[in-house]
């Protein structure tokens, strides 16, 4: 991938802000969906939880439809864009975030790679060799959303670096869960469909070198990828991954020739006012206006207005959709009948205590080793409470617990052992944050 000067896409502080505002916005609709699917799954209406996901539904033109049952459609469609924009994330963060440069990045990624290796160690630990092994990369994920919204509730106490600290963490954290996915939960790979899929993502790469930045001719070579990737065996949300990394994250104008085009806009459009008159504009005011936004358009990468225009409806649309669908588990009379096994254990453990175990241990020795350093007004019972964070799994732990698992009691008690140690994790990050944010001698700037 090549390297994109700072001056080329906005602040990754500004980027931070918004996506830390989001995130945590849209936990609280998350948590609001998980709640109502559990409640409908085990009210007297449970049928009807169950016939909803599995009413099928046609896609396509005649003679060409795709045949998918509600939930298909969400966790293999509506997913592969949640996919598409945390691609757009780490891309961004590789190329002006956390993780562009290899000192800033080395923390965050070596504890993430603790994070996911103790936990798996764990799980395998206490499955092997069972009908459970395929879980092992269940406990390995971290959900950003809930994790960011439990740290940012105790508000201005919490040092910013820190959250950048647990964003980079998850991010990276993405990142392994995605290889996993692929690597790993992937069978019977159709070669000549994931050929087809290479030749549209060589087109996307094209319009990405020729400086292509109209959505529409990413769009379609991109449904293109993921129909292929649905027939070929690698599960299709990795398309959404891979066309994220196609997308063009350069501007065409640098940010001091938009404020020379910007002021230039705006004396037109004051030369141009007609203040006495009724009309809104005149034709010289919308020229002015056309033109800055013209201008807007060139100093945004089409990756920025992707992420920006996508964000709001994966956080407030598809995620809690996905948690509505997947989240409902029936405890009484239902699936879910092997609470204290080896499953629930392998689960349970692997993310209350691997996670903040993996995390801490793997982030002190990349420290010792000189790999990377403590962020600025960070200590180490802060990274060991932000380590607990990392055990609220999830939305990614659910939808590797829908792969591993075809068998539906084996699926019932991942996603109540996901939902136990999300909980657990995330009260007691939140009671160790606070205490720790007591005893803070200075106020964090």
């Known amino acids: 991938m090549s390297r994109v000067s700072p001056d080329r896409l906005p602040s990754p502080l500004g980027f931070f802000r918004e996506f830390a505002r989001r ?26 939880y169950d016939r909803l996901w599995s009413f099928h539904v046609e896609v396509g033109a005649e003679g060409y439809e795709l045949s998918l049952s509600v939930l298909h459609l969400i966790n293999d469609g509506l997913m592969a864009v949640f996919f598409f924009v945390v691609g757009l994330e780490i891309k961004r963060e590789l190329i002006a975030g956390e993780l562009a440069s290899p000192r800033r990045a080395a923390l965050p990624m070596v504890a993430a790679v603790g994070g996911m290796l103790v936990p798996a160690a764990i799980y395998a630990a206490f499955n092997a060799g069972t009908a459970a092994s395929p879980g092992w990369g269940i406990p390995m994920a971290t959900d950003i959303a809930f994790a960011l919204a439990v740290m940012s509730s105790l508000g201005p106490r919490m040092p910013g670096a820190l959250k950048v600290f647990l964003t980079a963490l998850a991010i990276v954290d993405d990142l392994g869960a995605i290889l996993v996915i692929a690597v790993f939960y992937s069978h019977g790979v159709a070669w000549g469909w994931l050929g087809t899929a290479g030749i549209f993502l060589l087109l996307l790469a094209a319009f990405n070198r020729f400086q292509v930045r109209s959505p529409i001719f990413y769009a379609i070579p991109a449904l293109m990828v993921w129909l292929a990737f649905l027939h070929s065996g690698i599960h299709a949300t990795v398309a959404g991954v891979l066309v994220a990394m196609t997308i063009p994250a350069r501007r065409r104008i640098d940010a001091r020739e938009f404020l020379n085009r910007a002021r230039h806009r705006l004396e037109e459009f004051e030369a141009g006012s007609e203040f006495r008159s009724a009309r809104l504009t005149n034709p010289a005011q919308e020229e002015a206006i056309h033109g800055l936004e013209q201008d807007t358009e060139q100093v945004l990468a089409p990756l920025t207005r992707f992420e920006h225009g996508l964000h709001p409806w994966v956080t ?84 590797i617990a829908n792969l591993a698992f075809p068998d539906a009691a084996l699926l019932a008690s991942s996603k109540l052992a996901i939902l136990a140690a999300s909980v657990l994790s995330a009260l007691g990050g939140w009671f160790i944050l606070s205490r720790v944010a007591g005893t803070r001698r200075h106020p964090v700037p």
């Open 316 to 399: 407030y649309a598809i995620l809690p959709l996905f948690a509505l669908a997947n989240a409902g588990v029936r405890v009484v009379g239902g699936e879910s009948q092997v609470w204290a096994g080896s499953l629930t254990l392998g689960i349970v453990l692997g993310l209350v205590i691997g996670k903040q175990v993996g995390i801490t241990l793997f982030a002190w020795l990349a420290v010792r080793l000189r790999l990377a350093e403590l962020p600025q007004d960070v200590d180490w019972r802060e990274v060991w409470a932000t380590a607990w964070l990392g055990g609220i799994g999830f939305t990614m732990s659910l939808f």
């Open 23 to 48: 995130e945590a916005a849209g936990s609280l609709l998350l948590l609001a969906a998980t709640i109502l699917a559990f409640a409908w799954a085990n009210s007297p209406w449970w049928e009807s």
